[in-house]
């Protein structure tokens, strides 16, 4: 495979100069913002698996600043590898946090995912098509739910603030779904939205988890 070949996906990119997406560029600001704010709400409390999101969020906007500049088959790694830690992450540290279970169920959790998420991409796959690459991301906002649903009775704060993330991500891939469709009446497109509502998203996530008050056993 050539790691240096180009790719062009987006709306707002009419070549491979390296500021063909300035907007699309420029909006991976959403993350790092999100990343020092949450840090800063973290404060000096201990929370290990929050930082570790932290740093993770950091790595996103990072990976997806190096895709919307260099268009690069390694820079899309760099772009998709630290989203999928991220939604592996905040899994394994969801389920043992919110349920009170051991370790390993959180791993069990993280190994589960893999067949659900294929099951779910190859269920809706002929009936919505690939939604401009959008598709692969369905299963978290329905995931996102099913743990608010089940967190509902037990914490309802915490269900609360999962339902309102997966909102606001079910927002943020409406737009990225729509920024191809959108090319002849809004040349600049819609992806960077789908920056600036995730890194928003994700931030609120973390804060989520950390906010997080176990039910009394």
């Known amino acids: 495979m050539d790691w240096m070949g180009q790719t062009d996906n987006y709306c707002e990119r009419v070549d491979f100069a390296f500021w063909s997406e300035p907007v699309n560029a420029v909006t991976n600001a959403s993350f790092m913002i999100a990343a020092i704010v949450v840090w800063a709400m973290l404060g000096g409390k201990r929370d290990p698996g929050a930082r570790v999101l932290v740093a993770i969020l950091a790595a996103i906007g990072i990976g997806s600043f190096l895709f919307h500049t260099y268009a690069t088959r390694w820079a899309l ?3 998709t ?3 999928q830690l991220f939604i592996l992450a905040y899994l394994f540290f969801a389920t043992v946090r919110f349920f009170q279970l051991p ?3 959180g791993g069990a959790a993280v190994v589960a995912f893999f067949p659900y998420a294929f099951l779910v ?4 796959r002929p009936i919505t098509g690939g ?3 959008s598709l ?3 299963p978290v906002p329905i995931l996102i739910l099913g743990f608010a649903a ?3 009775r037990s914490a309802p704060e915490t269900a609360r603030g999962m339902a309102i993330g997966a909102g606001i991500l079910l927002a943020s891939l409406f737009f990225r779904t729509i920024d191809e469709a959108v090319c002849s009446v809004f040349p600049l497109g819609t992806h960077f939205l789908w920056h600036t509502l995730n890194g928003i998203m994700l931030g609120w996530m973390i804060m989520v988890l950390h906010r997080h008050v176990p ?3």
Do not use: E, F, K, T
Request: net charge neutral; charged share 10%; no cysteine.
């Open 121 to 124: 991409v190859a269920g809706l």
């Open 150 to 152: 089940a967190l509902w």
């Open 136 to 138: 692969g991301y369905v």
């Open 81 to 83: 590898l630290p989203i």
């Open 103 to 105: 370790l390993w169920a």
């Open 77 to 79: 790694l760099a772009d």
């Open 215 to 217: 039910a009394p056993r």
């Open 131 to 133: 939604l401009n690459g």
